[in-house]
C-alpha cells in the first residue's frame, strides 16, 4: 500500500530553535495534513494543505504542499517547551473508490527548556 | 462544546474476552473513522463508515467489528479473534466528502493480558 516516510524519527532542540521536518512519498497525495498529538492524546489538526505549491501558516508554524504532490514539510519556529508532541503528516488519496488518509510514523519533538 | 467523546480511557480485559470501545461524536458529522495507534507508527485504519448503517474495512480489520445505527455512534468491538489487540485506538469523524479533515477524539488504551 502507499506509504509516508516522516523524518526525522525525532529531534532534541533547545527552546527558541526552529525546526523542520518532512515527509515523503512515492505516491501523489491530493491533500496534505499535519497532526499533533499530546501523550496520552488523539491527534489534533494544525494545518491543511490543498494545493501542488501551497504554502500555509498558522502562528508559528508553516508547511507547504511540495509540487510534485509528492512531499510535504512543517517548520516550526522559535520553538516553546509546549510544543514537544509527535507530529505526523498525512495525505489524502483515492483507493478503491474511496478517499482516506495515510498517516506517517511521526517526529517526535523534544524541547529543552 | 463540539467535540468526539471516547470511553474509557483505560480499558483491561482478559484474553479471550470480547470488549467494546465507545465513539461518540456531536460533531454532526456523518462520516466516521476507527485507527489503531502502536509505539512509533503512524495511525493504522480497521473500519470506517461514511453514513448511518453503512461501514467499510480499512487495513486492518481482521479480528474487530463494528456498527453504525446512529449517526452520533459509532462502537467499535475488538474480538478474541484478534491476535494483538494491545494498543491505543482512535475515532475520528468528518463531514461527508472531506477525509481529509478528520477529527478525533482522545483515545482508549486497551490493555489486554
Known amino acids: 500500500g502507499q506509504q509516508l516516510n516522516q523524518s526525522p524519527q525525532s529531534m532534541f532542540i533547545q527552546e527558541g530553535e526552529d525546526v523542520s521536518m518532512n515527509c515523503t512519498s512515492s505516491s501523489i497525495f491530493n491533500t496534505w495534513l499535519w497532526y499533533k498529538q499530546d501523550p496520552g492524546e488523539g491527534p489534533v489538526l494544525l494545518i491543511a494543505l490543498y494545493k501542488a505549491g501551497e504554502l500555509t501558516s498558522n502562528g508559528r508554524l508553516t508547511a507547504q504542499f511540495g509540487i510534485t504532490r509528492k512531499d510535504s514539510f512543517l517548520n516550526i519556529s522559535a520553538s516553546i517547551p509546549s510544543d514537544v508532541g509527535i507530529y505526523f503528516c498525512?495525505?489524502?488519496?483515492?483507493?478503491?473508490?474511496?478517499?482516506?488518509?495515510?498517516f506517517g510514523k511521526g517526529t517526535k519533538l523534544t524541547v529543552n527548556p | 462544546d463540539g467535540g468526539i467523546t471516547q470511553s474509557p480511557k483505560y480499558l483491561f480485559r482478559k484474553e479471550g474476552q470480547n470488549v467494546t470501545l465507545s465513539c461518540e461524536q456531536n460533531?454532526?458529522?456523518?462520516?466516521m473513522y476507527w485507527y489503531r495507534q502502536d509505539p512509533g507508527q503512524g495511525l493504522r485504519l480497521i473500519y470506517y463508515s461514511q453514513i448511518v448503517n453503512d461501514f467499510q474495512k480499512g487495513d486492518i480489520a481482521e479480528g474487530y467489528s463494528v456498527s453504525r445505527e446512529k449517526k452520533e455512534s459509532f462502537p467499535l468491538t475488538v474480538t478474541s479473534a484478534q491476535k494483538n489487540p494491545t494498543a491505543f485506538y482512535l475515532c475520528a469523524s468528518s463531514i461527508a466528502g472531506a477525509t481529509y479533515e478528520q477529527y478525533f477524539g482522545p483515545g482508549t488504551r486497551l490493555t489486554v493480558t
Open positions: 498525512a495525505g489524502n488519496t483515492l483507493q478503491g473508490g474511496s478517499e482516506k488518509l495515510v
Open positions: 460533531l454532526n458529522h456523518d462520516a
